[in-house]
DNA sequence: GCGCTAATAT
DNA sequence: AATATTAGCG
């Protein structure tokens, strides 16, 4: 579309849309209806509010737009406005003399598609019919002629287009909203709810994945296993495309880690490593109760066993994998590997058996709401090879999600800061490892991974392993993050705190308000 | 059609 | 900030 063309376009606007106009005041009321008539609305006018609600409700679907003076003796404007919105989802367009902000404020509280002061200029009243539109209202606009020519030859047919050049919000609107219109003519229809993952959410969801096996969960077979009404696939795809991400960044730095604690052994003479913080010296970690019931901030360090049986989650990667060795200088030498029950005498969720729904919170957003019998009852712990580790890929999890992962863009370079610092290291530029060669070999565990590669690899877990005690023993940079900040950031700030750890039905919500069901 | 990834929108 | 949606590809 040429610039002509889209100046015209945004010149059009719908001839003979009815307007309601209400104002007490008869020589407002005239000038209004006036300039409304220029503008080639239908115009109706009353001078009492009281009457112009009549008139909408004897006329249902009669009018496609109120404007509405504030300051009337019958009835307030805003109380027009309240029942309107009430009783027909009309665009009401409130005008007032006072540009108080709290007039103004109360206007839009109210549910005002716009607000406009005293006295009105014509060309705000020439783009009211957009707010008719934004509001898919399409049906009631069939009776309005758009003017569609877009012709170069005749812009000035409606007399209008002079001074339109400061159309501002709406320039693109116009088209957009006339395709999409027809499909969108349902007045009642709302934005569909956003999913709020709760802790209880993700956990169905870790419970699909774990039994599904990290490779192959993929959408549509997590949400079957989840069997949450109204969750929908892709907000399953979206969920495993952060949760991957997650992995991912997590992985990688581990893998740093785990290059840096491997060179470490190898040249722990290298003081410009010591500096980073070896892994010599471990400090045994406590691994005894209530490190996540504690609280996250209370939570010094991140408990080092929960990481270390990971081949249920990665099933294909743990058996290759050296553990706790205490040959050779190994990067897990003298880590501590608690006994499972330890772990699994945490009370978790037992989230894997039960269906749920969503429900409509009052923010519109679509929360966990209960449980009712399954029936998808391999899901059930008993029948999970994976389950008894469920405890610990979601103390992982918690990590995973408190970890502010980009959505995009960012993070395609996983970890290319810290791969960088590495590269600048006096270890890389005095020779001990060359970088590029490390870069060539991810399957090395010396470079970013693919996720693919992560998948298939056997690093996740021993990245993993070796991150958390990088963590644990501080060294971790602290633009990475430290282990407190990775769990406690993780979960929505209503969850994060004792939620996080229980695994109790607790929503951060009060039920209470939960109230409004779908 | 599905899944994945990245990019972008809400 | 967290999710959703979309695009491009396999």
């Known amino acids: 579309m040429t610039l002509e063309q889209d100046f015209e376009a945004v010149d059009q606007f719908p001839v003979g849309m009815r307007v309601l106009a209400v104002d007490d005041d008869q020589t407002c009321l005239r000038i209004l209806e006036t300039l409304l008539h ?19 409700r004897e006329n249902k679907n009669k009018f496609d737009l109120v404007i509405s003076d504030v300051d009337m003796p019958d009835m307030d404007g805003f109380k027009l406005l309240e029942l309107v919105g009430l009783e027909m989802d009309l665009p009401v367009i409130m005008l007032s003399a006072h540009s108080d902000p709290k007039y103004v404020m109360k206007g839009v509280k109210h549910g005002a598609c716009d607000y406009l002061l005293k006295p009105v200029r014509i060309e705000e009243l020439k783009n009211i019919w957009q707010h008719v539109v934004r509001k898919s209202k399409f049906k009631k606009m069939k009776s309005i002629v758009i003017n569609d020519d877009h012709s170069q030859g005749n812009s000035d047919q409606n007399g209008v287009k002079a001074n339109r050049k400061r159309k501002d919000q709406f320039e693109e609107v116009e088209e957009e909203d006339e395709e999409r219109g027809n499909e969108n003519d349902d007045p009642t229809a709302q934005k569909k709810p956003r999913v709020l993952w709760t802790r209880e959410l993700h956990n169905k969801f870790l419970a699909a994945v774990d039994h599904l096996g990290v490779e192959k969960a993929q959408p549509k077979k997590i949400l079957e296993l989840m069997n949450v009404d109204k969750l929908t696939r892709e907000n399953v795809a979206s969920h495993l495309q952060k949760f991957r991400s997650a992995l991912k960044k997590i992985t990688n730095e581990a893998n740093q880690q785990a290059n840096m604690a491997a060179i470490d052994s190898h040249f722990m003479q290298m003081s410009a490593l010591k500096g980073l913080g070896g892994f010599h010296n471990q400090r045994q970690i406590p691994l005894g109760s209530g490190q996540f019931h504690g609280g996250a901030a209370t939570m010094r360090h991140y408990p080092l066993g929960r990481l270390n049986s990971f081949g249920g989650v990665f099933p294909h990667v743990s058996s290759s994998l050296p553990r706790n060795h205490n040959d050779g200088g190994y990067v897990l030498q003298g880590m501590p590997i608690p006994p499972l029950d330890d772990l699994n005498n945490k009370a978790f969720p037992s989230f894997t058996s039960q269906q749920s729904s969503l429900m409509v919170a009052p923010n519109n957003q679509l929360v966990l709401q209960g449980h009712q019998q399954s029936s998808y009852p391999s899901l059930n712990p008993g029948l999970s090879p994976h389950f008894e580790i469920n405890k610990r890929l979601d103390d992982w999890s918690n990590a995973l999600l408190s970890t502010n992962i980009p959505q995009s863009g960012v993070h395609s370079k996983p970890d290319a800061l ?101």
């Open 38 to 56: 220029r503008c080639q609305y239908h115009v109706t006018t009353t001078d009492s509010a009281q009457t112009a609600l009549e008139l909408l």
């Open 418 to 518: 810290e791969w960088n610092h590495f590269c600048n290291s006096d270890a890389a530029q005095a020779g001990f490892i060359d970088p590029l060669q490390m870069k060539q070999q991810p399957a090395n565990n010396l470079g970013p991974m693919t996720d693919a590669q992560l998948l298939r690899s056997s690093n996740p877990i021993e990245g993993l392993f070796v991150g958390q005690q990088k963590l644990e023993n501080g060294s971790m940079p602290s633009n990475a993050g430290s282990l407190d900040d990775i769990v406690n950031s993780m979960m929505p700030k209503e969850q994060s705190q004792a939620e996080l750890f229980e695994g109790d039905l607790g929503f951060g919500w009060h039920n209470s308000s939960l109230r409004t069901c779908i």
